[in-house]
């Protein structure tokens, strides 16, 4: 690496949810988005973690950490029961975030972060999984334009917007472009050394309208797409312009392909007896995306900011969904699987002896059910050492989308989402950090900007 780089300031660009190809479609949006991207020539394949969740792999990047040594397996995690999830922030892993701690006086820039939290040192916007109405600290800044507007997300979840696509897609742009404004505010006013900004824009779009017709023309939503890039390809423009002497880093942790089926992996292990599901009334509440939607109407409905709940663990509200004491293993959280260990949870029912047998049955049920329904187009794994709030088995299908509402059918085919996450990104360096071991997966990316910072 150029050894001039080191101690300098760093800003790390996320474009989350865009693909390798897809970032060098962005240079024929705008000549700003060519400027932009001159800056970034050397540009490779990420492979993320075996969880196509942004906390994971972000949990790696800032940590340096396997997200499974962390206890990171997605957007939230088991706590004291199958039934009983937590979000996972930042105090819930088993490893500092390293990357952000760095020498100087200077604050950090952290805007739209999964699991990162508000702290002294930090000027921090929220990503809009944190459940209290603090969308930005420190207070001071809350009550000053543009951040007294700042709003993390556009829409409690992509289920609910999918119902008015267009005001959907309307909103979207107007809270990126907000989060762009006030990304400028920061980077031009404040002293930083470390600064992370994160655009979520593609990820929300390639849901709404589908990832292949991300730059596509003839939408009825164009004109207002098309206002939309040029205004962010001159806002990155500007942001390049004003980070010259910054070396810069461009990422996505994970990127879309177009979804053929949905796959609810407990009512496959309800079907070999695994687990016992309980058919609550309100059956679809027990989805994430559900909890995630009633933290963010009920925090639309606080009235007050309570500073000090900025420093309390959010808890995620608990919606029974298996009958523990018939279930040996479950998914409380898309794609992992946990067996219901009397070590790790009260409620368990799983000694340390049966583990090994149970695992295998639980493992080659599974097994035998994705290859005959997707070939070899998944990934099943043991997580083997890792934090105890880790899962037991992870699971990936291509082209699949992973949910725990409840109900028939396990396998839909026919109703589920146009695009889902894939485990690919990118990472695109500015030539300031070409080096001989290109990084391409985020724990080698941390052992890179680590020497920038240090
Ligand atoms: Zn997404």
Redesign the pocket.
Known sequence: MNSSASGSRLLLLSLD?LSLSQLDELSQLSSDFRQFLVRISDRKELACPLSTSPQAAWSELLTGLSWSQLGCPGYARPKDSLNDLEIVTEDLLSGRLDLLECPGAERQLLINLPIVKPKDGRIWLSDGSWPYQNTVSPIELRNCHPFDAYRPRPYAS?TVALSDRRSSIISCLAAERQRLECALELIRNQRWRICIYRVSVF??L??LIGSDSLFCQGLIESKELEEFWTSLGTGLSEIAELCADTTLAVISTFSHVNCRARLNLNELLSLAGFCVLRKTENAEMTSIIERRRSAALALAKAEVAVESAAAQQPAVSSTSCFELERTVAGSPTAGAVYLNRKSRFASGIVEDFQVNVILERVEDYLRNYLTKEFASGFQLEKIIGGHERSPDLIVQINGVELHNTLGPPWLDRHNHPRST?CGAGFIALSASLSSLSAPTSPLQLYKLLKEVVA
């Open positions: 949810g992509t990820d929300q390639a849901h996450h």
